[in-house]
């Protein structure tokens, strides 16, 4: 069974602190997702990465996909109350684009 | 209006009863999917469906069956629901490519309480 393990599962920071969020698995993925979920509505794609090593920025938001694309992990600057919301990984396994498996979600407060 | 369109949004209902839950999309994606998301278990897949014959079992498909009657529809049956069903239900759609990096579109959510 392939698995997707998020760390932590709760985050309670102050807003202006840095925060990183971890997405791990033994598995290799042809891509991986981030997700926000807010309270009351479904998850909505943050972004995509494909190639091993690969780093994106969203605003204060900073993405990467490790070079064996085995892992991810999500870095937030400076967070602000609007960040808070439960975040997402899921991951297309190589060689089978039919489904994606997900991480459990870190749930994250920011306290002005 | 929204592009992946649940109803209920909320339902509550007793034991043994048969219920029904609606997805319907205007993003003319092939692919629909059913998950149910419960706290500290995540999102887990029920069923999908890539094209109007095409219909699979997910990781949890026990207690539930689908239909999917047109390519804009996806509906989620319980046939005698059980308070271990009691959840977070989402519908979501995705593009059809080969590429496994297309994301997945998702609904508002359907909270269903079983009694």
């Known amino acids: 069974t392939q698995l997707l393990e998020q760390s932590p599962q709760f985050l309670s920071i102050q807003e202006g602190e840095n925060l990183t969020v971890y997405c791990n698995s033994s598995?290799?993925?042809?891509?991986l997702q981030w997700y926000r979920q807010e309270p009351g509505e479904g998850p909505v794609l943050l972004v995509t990465?494909?190639?091993g090593g690969e780093v994106k920025k969203l605003k204060r938001l900073t993405f990467q996909f490790g070079d064996a694309r085995k892992d991810s992990s999500l870095h937030i600057t400076a967070a602000q109350p609007g960040d808070t919301g439960l975040y997402l990984c899921?991951?297309?396994?190589?060689?089978?684009?039919?489904?994606?498996?997900w991480g459990l979600g870190t749930s994250l407060a920011v306290n002005p | 209006d929204a592009d992946v369109t649940q109803t209920p949004r909320n339902r509550i209902t007793k034991t043994g009863k048969r219920i029904m839950l609606e997805c319907s999309q205007t993003?003319?994606?092939?692919?629909m999917y059913w998950y149910r998301q419960d706290p500290g278990l995540g999102l887990r897949l029920i069923y999908y469906?890539?094209?109007?014959?095409?219909?699979n079992k997910g990781e949890i498909s026990d207690g539930y069956s689908v239909s999917r009657q047109a390519q804009a529809k996806f509906s989620l049956s319980l046939e005698s629901a059980i308070p271990n069903q009691t959840a977070l239900y989402f519908c979501?759609?995705?593009?059809?490519?080969?590429?496994?990096?297309?994301?997945?579109?998702f609904g508002d959510g359907t909270r269903l309480s079983i009694l």
């Open positions: 990465v494909v190639t």
């Open positions: 979501a759609t995705s593009e059809s490519t080969g590429a496994s990096n297309q994301p997945q579109h």
């Open positions: 598995s290799v993925f042809s891509s």
């Open positions: 899921a991951g297309a396994p190589a060689g089978n684009n039919r489904k994606l498996i």
């Open positions: 469906s890539f094209d109007v014959k095409d219909i």
């Open positions: 993003k003319g994606h092939d692919r």
